[in-house]
């Protein structure tokens, strides 16, 4: 199973930012898809979990309505639209596939892309 995460960096407050997640070794297309985060000094947290059809199964409360997932069935491939962003969404952010609807368990995480956000 691989789960590549892509496109964070540095940006100021108010700006936005578009992941990407690179999903292969497993059916894609069976599996719900999210994104985790862990800030510096902090617990992994949820963001955002779809069922397999791209229906949305949760967000986490601090991200909505600025942020926005979607998956691409076709090409095993997962998005997180980040607008707004905020200097508390400073963290490294995972994909991952299987996410369950307690919000604190999955089946596979990859390895995190940083976003970083300055004030």
């Known amino acids: 199973v691989q789960l590549q995460a892509s496109g964070g960096g540095l940006v100021q407050a108010g700006e936005s930012l578009r992941l990407s997640c690179a999903a292969s070794g497993f059916t894609y297309d069976v599996y719900t898809m999210g994104w985790f985060r862990q800030a510096p000094g902090k617990e992994l947290e949820g963001v955002a979990c779809l069922f397999s059809d791209g229906d949305t199964l949760w967000y986490a409360d601090s991200v909505k309505p600025r942020f926005t997932m979607s998956r691409e069935n076709s090409k095993n491939m997962a998005y997180l639209q980040m607008n707004v962003l905020k200097p508390e969404d400073t963290a490294i952010y995972y994909c991952?596939?299987?996410?369950?609807?307690?919000?604190?368990?999955?089946?596979?995480r990859g390895q995190g892309t940083q976003v970083t956000v300055s004030s």
């Open positions: 991952v596939a299987g996410c369950r609807s307690d919000r604190g368990r999955y089946d596979y």
